[in-house]
């Protein structure tokens, strides 16, 4: 079900493509531009022919119509901005898998009968019509574009021209995201307008406000979390050793440690829950020992979710969850021994408040939706010259010249730098 939850990516896009530009962050003129893996395999668009970003990579000009929802108009350029953002999450997928967007196998059936590309264009329909309807429904509710909001994004603008070093970049670096001024502009109005409505909807004091009640129903029901907890571990295995079959595949068991330090940490485990018992304030104390002691780390030794696992049932080993389900919210349990070692389990409180936002964009995915049946989307002949794999493999050359253009860019700046500094070294060195 399509949503308005892509608002940020909007703005994020010109950040990271600036600060790629800057020297700060990875090369490349957006944070899409080399998502396909491919583009080292495809040779860069001249883009002192590009004039409407659209028209080279897909044929058809930003404004040209493509399809209608209710008596609006959706145009290309909404359109191919939201099939490139589709495209681009499976071809991040399919790079973490040492694959490129060329592999993927855009004529292929899916259960709905459709091939991978019309699956694509359809998902980017949707998510263009709702972009499409959010102006239309807020005029209807009385609700315009904030000022505050209209001004934000035009010094958004401004400072990522004067930051780039001019607004041919700054058009450039929103061509690599598919986008332009315009566009960046109109679907950042239409997150300020769909911000309005889901104040109106479901704002406090709203008709509609949700009640904590419901909040508590849908998270049970609809996120099916059972229970939330976190612990301290201290583990008597060691799980960068997995147990492996006679085929060489893992069992889902680890080497346990030896004796002596197991026996260590169950020693460990006791004088951890012995503080505990004597404090008042446990929670705060579990905190402490959490981050002293637990050995649920990440790769860095972070404390994996040290705000609490949200678990669903049958999510976590059974002792853990029998543990967590037979305490009340505030509790802690005695030394739960698991496969994977020692847990001191704290139960904590599933809090309406914590879930509210997460409610009301679920409410509003649903109103959403209404709209799309109340307003049916239908496509023209334009709609039916977009052909996916080849705007793709445009796009990855524009990109490609983006990016060499921006690699330029900070090689003169770096250049610069680097004679700025010998000169000021020698006029010291003269001075002296």
């Known amino acids: 079900m399509p949503t308005l939850k892509r608002l ?22 957006s944070s899409s531009s080399s998502s396909d893996g491919s583009s080292s395999q495809v040779q860069a668009m001249d883009l002192s022919s590009v004039t409407d970003p659209f028209l080279s990579t897909a044929g058809l000009s930003g404004d040209t119509v493509v399809a209608t ?12 901005y939201w099939l490139a953002a589709t495209v681009d999450g499976t071809a991040q997928y399919y790079a973490m898998m040492g694959m490129s967007a060329s592999d993927l196998p855009w004529d292929t059936e899916m259960e709905d009968g459709s091939t991978m590309a019309e699956g694509f264009l359809n998902n980017a329909l949707q998510t263009a019509a709702l972009y499409a309807l959010v102006p239309v429904i807020a005029q209807q509710e009385g609700l315009s574009v904030s000022d505050e909001s209209a001004q934000t994004i035009q010094q958004a603008i401004d400072s990522f021209a004067q930051q780039a070093g001019g607004d041919a970049m700054v058009d450039h670096m929103l061509w690599s995201s598919v986008l332009t001024r315009d566009l960046y502009t109109r679907m950042m109005q239409a997150g300020d307008l769909n911000t309005q409505l889901m104040n109106r909807y479901y704002g406090d004091g709203a008709p509609d406000a949700p009640k904590d ?3 508590l129903t849908y998270v049970s029901d609809n996120l099916q979390i059972a ?15 997995p147990i492996k079959d006679a085929d060489g595949k893992a069992t889902g068991e680890y080497e346990p440690l030896d004796d002596a330090t197991v026996a260590q940490k169950k020693a460990t485990a006791e004088d951890i829950l012995a503080q505990l018992q004597a404090t008042s304030d446990k929670e705060a104390l579990f905190d402490e020992l959490m981050k002293e002691y637990s050995e649920d780390t990440d790769s860095s030794g972070n404390v994996n979710s040290p705000d609490g696992y ?6 976590m080993v059974a002792a853990f969850e029998e543990a967590a389900l037979a305490l009340q919210p505030g509790e802690i349990s005695g030394i739960v021994e698991s496969p994977y070692g020692y847990h001191i389990i704290l139960r904590l409180p599933i809090q309406a408040a ?19 049946e109340q307003f049916p989307v239908e496509t023209n002949d334009e709609y039916k010259k977009i ?17 060499a253009e921006v690699t330029a860019a900070q090689e003169e700046s770096a250049g610069d730098s680097s004679s700025s500094s010998s000169g000021s070294s020698s006029g010291s060195s003269s001075a002296s």
């Open 310 to 315: 949200e678990a669903k049932s049958g999510q």
């Open 69 to 80: 929802v209710g008596d609006t108009e959706i145009t290309a350029d909404s359109l191919l």
């Open 387 to 403: 052909d996916p794999a080849a705007f793709y493999t445009q796009l990855t050359a524009l990109r490609t010249a983006v990016q």
């Open 8 to 29: 940020g990516a909007l703005s994020l896009s010109l950040v990271l493509a600036l600060t790629a530009f800057t020297g700060c962050g990875a090369k490349g003129g």
């Open 354 to 372: 914590d879930y509210r936002d997460q409610y009301v964009s679920y409410l509003m995915s649903q109103r959403q939706q209404g709209w799309l």
């Open 227 to 241: 229970y939330k907890a976190k612990h301290i571990l201290l583990k008597t295995v060691d799980t960068s050793k």
């Open 213 to 215: 009640a419901d909040i």
